[in-house]
């Protein structure tokens, strides 16, 4: 237990992780109260649902670059303070159009994108933040943790939603969200500036996007699990849009059951996040394309689950494959990043993540639309398990064991391990010095 919850023992990370579950408890409320009453305007349409989800995410095509480049050269903890006081503002005036009435889907449309634009520059700078308040070290336990609050709140939100709907609709879900990114910005505020590891000194004042393209192309270990991630997300993390059309036109049921859909996929996505704090290296290759395959598998099973209590068993064991798989790509990406380049490298990482939700959104919608709710579903577990069954077949032929013309790479022990890996942060620091490309001064030791 003590080496479960270990960065705890870390004041400001303690602060972060409070913070950011009461904020995103709220937002999974949030995510749950907005589809409902999308489907309630459109006729449970999932062409609907699949334009909203577009417009949420597709300013993450066109900023999130530019977010990890605020990240690399500015102060973490200020842009996340305005990101979400932005963010707060936004959603208390849906909140208080909702509760008006006459909201209309273009409206809704219009504050998703406007949301999606502050979450473009918040979630690559919020991923990057992490290592700043733990170290290297501790980075795989805390990255763990967050994913463990998160799933938490994942759990309790869409079953609070599912209940607080039913008693007094959406509206007051929604203010209840708003007033939740406090929560999030007091804890940003509590935080000691002095006890951050090596964010603010010596920051780069001339950090470029191109520069952290370069750098990522020079890394086949980082391209490999980005890639996976990239049609991970195309077409299997559609969870938000096939869910609430599995609940209503599949199974015939309310808001309640799909409040029950949505954590028991958090609940096996939980369980995978406490699994993982054990972990204090980087994972291997191995384990990235593991995890792709069987989340693919099972995600396609559960589109063709028989009944209800079928699909809850599939959804926990599904929810426990993705978060493995996620977690375990950003852990490879991070731990494999040298510390200047993190935040471009991981807006990279969001962009594909999160900015590929639009066009994904749309195509799983028209299938879902086309074909039923359960090939939505299907049709996405079964890319998803072919893309791990390729990557697996390119790590067989030695692509992206090592960054490419560097020589630096897994080891032979690690690529034989079991995924959890034992990289020191000062071997690791080694390694990320090593692909850099050529006349890029190294790292400060301790950085």
Aim: overall charge positive.
């Amino acid at each position: 237990m003590r080496r479960t919850f270990q960065s705890l023992s870390v004041r400001n990370f303690r602060l972060y992780a409070l913070g950011q579950l009461m904020s995103v408890t709220c937002t999974w409320m949030m995510i749950v109260a907005q589809d409902w009453l999308v489907l309630g305007l459109s006729g449970d349409s999932g062409t609907a649902l699949g334009a909203i989800t577009a417009a949420q995410f597709a300013p993450v095509l066109l900023l999130t670059l530019y977010g990890g480049r605020l990240a690399d050269r500015h102060d973490k903890r200020r842009i996340l303070v305005l990101a979400n006081l932005a963010a707060g503002v936004l959603a208390l005036a849906l909140a208080l159009w909702v509760v008006a009435g006459g909201v209309r889907l273009w409206h809704i449309g219009v504050f998703a994108v406007l949301l999606g634009a502050v979450n473009a520059v918040e979630a690559p700078t919020r991923m990057s933040f992490i290592s700043e308040l733990v170290g290297s070290e501790l980075l795989p336990n805390a990255s763990a943790l967050s994913a463990a609050y998160f799933n938490t709140a994942r759990v309790a939100g869409p079953a609070l939603a599912g209940l607080l709907i039913s008693g007094y609709g959406v509206g007051p879900v929604m203010l209840l969200n708003a007033v939740s990114y406090l929560a999030t910005v007091v804890s940003l505020l509590l935080m000691r500036p002095g006890e951050m590891r090596g964010g603010g000194a010596g920051r780069a004042r001339d950090t470029r996007v191109v520069d952290g393209l370069r750098y990522l192309r020079s890394r086949s270990d980082l391209l490999l699990p980005i890639g996976l991630v990239a049609v991970n997300g195309l077409f299997a993390f559609n969870f938000q849009l096939t869910l609430p059309l599995l609940a209503k036109t599949v199974f015939g049921a309310g808001s309640t059951t799909f409040g029950l859909l949505s954590s028991s996929l958090a609940v096996g996505s939980l369980v995978a996040a406490f699994a993982t704090t054990a972990r204090r290296g980087r994972p291997s290759a191995g384990v990235v394309t593991g995890g792709a395959v069987a989340f693919g598998a099972l995600e396609a099973l559960t589109g063709f689950a028989p009944s209800l209590p079928v699909a809850l068993v599939l959804l926990a064991a599904t929810g426990y494959a993705m978060s493995h798989f996620a977690q375990s790509s950003n852990h490879r990406i991070q731990l494999g990043s040298d510390p200047r380049y993190r935040g471009r490298v991981m807006a990279v990482y969001t962009l594909i993540f999160q900015g590929s939700t639009p066009v994904g959104a749309v195509l799983t919608g028209l299938v879902s639309e086309e074909f039923g709710a359960r090939w939505g579903m299907t049709a996405g577990g079964l890319v998803s398990l072919a893309a791990g069954l390729g990557a697996w077949w390119l790590l067989r032929r030695g692509y992206g064991l090592a960054a490419s013309g560097s020589g630096a790479g897994d080891t032979a022990d690690e690529v034989r391990a079991s995924g959890e890996g034992a990289v020191t942060p000062v071997v690791l620091e080694s390694y990320a010095e090593r692909a850099l490309p050529s006349g890029t001064p190294t790292t400060r030791r301790g950085s």
